[in-house]
């Protein structure tokens, strides 16, 4: 399947008009690609239960692919782990089945601007989604610091993947925001793992009888 301009990396902007097109039962499959820290792990996945309403099942570990060269050279291409973790997808898996890579590695995406590290990236609309700690561990921060980070990276990342695109309510995980930032300038959009009222309103409209 074709994936020319459906990777999302924090380019989209406006609220979306789509939401979660399912049967309203959400299961979101996280899928270690090599190791992260079990309690970064366990917090992401409270977040995802409680924003989804989902039941989030923990997977067996995937190994990173194997990436020639040096220092930036060595990053992973996101859309080559979005593949793989199509794989982990059921062929018979119900319209509500998500499956989140998390990893610890540098992983990249391209945008008009060129080729560039980022925190995540996911299909538009699709099945999968993949976030990284990489850029999200700069500048240095506490334990308790990074898993919010990554929290927030996923709830953002998953919403792409229920047709959530960026909004411009400063407290939602769906804001574009720098990917190692806290706040903004003026400190008013604080970094968040929860959904706005507008996202969150989405989500549901598409669920209901």
């Given amino acids: 399947m074709a994936r020319t301009g459906l990777l999302v990396i ?8 789509a939401a979660r097109a399912d049967d309203g039962v959400v299961t979101i499959h996280i899928v270690p690609i ?5 309690e970064q792990l366990e917090q992401m996945s409270r977040a995802l239960g409680l924003e989804y309403v989902a039941e989030v099942v923990h997977a067996r570990l ?11 050279e060595r990053r992973h291409h ?7 973790l199509d794989q982990r997808l059921p062929v018979d898996a119900r319209p509500g089945v998500r499956v989140l890579g998390v990893t610890a590695a540098d ?14 990236a996911a299909e538009l609309r699709g099945r999968t989604a993949v ?28 919403g792409h993947t ?3 695109t960026h909004c411009g309510e400063d407290h939602c995980a769906m804001l574009e925001r720098s990917e190692n930032a806290d706040s903004s300038a003026t400190g008013t959009r604080l970094l968040t793992r929860h959904l706005g ?5 989405q989500l549901v409209s598409t669920t209901s009888p």
């Fill in 10 to 17: 924090a380019l989209l902007v406006g609220a979306s008009t």
């Fill in 197 to 201: 009222w507008g996202c969150r309103g």
């Fill in 34 to 38: 090599g190791p992260v820290p079990a």
């Fill in 162 to 164: 229920f047709g959530l």
């Fill in 131 to 158: 976030v990284s700690t990489f850029k999200l561990r700069h500048p240095a921060t506490g334990r308790a610091q990074l898993a919010l980070r990554l929290s927030s990276r996923a709830v953002h990342y998953l």
């Fill in 62 to 72: 995937l190994a990173l692919p194997v990436v020639q060269g040096q220092g930036t």
């Fill in 107 to 120: 992983i990249w995406a391209a945008d008009q601007k060129g080729d560039h590290s980022v925190s995540g």
């Fill in 78 to 84: 996101a859309e080559q782990l979005l593949k793989l």
